[in-house]
T-cell receptor
């Protein structure tokens, strides 16, 4: 995942606050950017994704924004709840890796109630 | 997600032993993947296959082997050459070989060396 950098590695927020996780990628030809949520001991599950032809996508409390010029995309979670606590992974398709998905290192999100 | 079945969920390996993790999907996906996840770490690609009878090494293929004799099956063998195999192993699949299509994961297999 060195070609997809994810920050921060840990994030602690108060319940009801917003959380933002940011990822940068190296390949300007990347065209697909999913976000996965992984609870402890379980499999990652897709929560939202965005393709390179749009700048923003929203699904209830979750949104993703994409800045192709700067080569970064971000996950926004509003009105956080304790059940949002998990590890979040971003990913990007990278042409130099045969258009496979490359994952960021993950962000541990803790929502304090 | 329910269409990808991994077994066993927990496996213990003795030193010098080869073990095989099973992955079966009924989603009719062309591409299948194996990832390794260490505690508190991200996902690292071991092997992937975009079509039957063909597969490529990922970032950490040493000490592992795979086969893809059937579209629905992609077993992973952890050989004795893998010196630190204790990890959580995730199988995944998607269609059209990862060209912007969602990857779905199995429930994972925990491998521990004893």
């Amino acid at each position: 995942g060195e070609n997809v950098e994810q920050h921060p590695s840990t994030l602690s927020v108060q319940e009801g606050d917003s959380a933002v996780i940011k990822c940068t990628y190296s390949d300007s030809a990347s065209n697909y950017f999913p976000w996965y949520k992984q609870e402890l001991g379980k499999r990652p599950q897709l929560i939202i994704d965005i393709r390179s032809n749009v700048g923003e996508k929203k699904d209830q409390r979750i949104a993703v924004t994409l800045n192709k010029t700067a080569k970064h995309f971000s996950l926004h979670i509003t009105e956080t709840q304790p059940e949002d606590s998990a590890v979040y992974f971003c990913a990007a398709t990278l042409m130099e890796y045969g258009n496979k998905l490359v994952f960021g290192a993950g962000t541990i999100l803790r929502v304090k109630s | 997600d329910g269409g990808i079945t991994q077994s066993p969920k927990y496996l213990f390996r003795k030193e010098g032993q080869n073990v095989t993790l099973s992955c079966e999907q009924n989603l009719n996906h062309d591409a299948m993947y194996w990832y390794r996840q260490d505690p508190g770490q991200g996902l690292r690609l071991i092997y992937y296959s975009q079509i039957v009878n063909d597969f490529q090494k990922g970032d950490i293929a040493e000490g592992y082997s795979v086969s893809r004799e059937k579209k629905e099956s992609f077993p992973l063998t952890v050989t004795s050459a893998q010196k630190n195999p204790t990890a959580f192993y995730l199988c995944a699949s998607n269609d059209r070989g990862g060209h912007g299509n969602t990857i779905y994961f199995g429930e994972g297999s925990w491998l521990t060396v004893v």
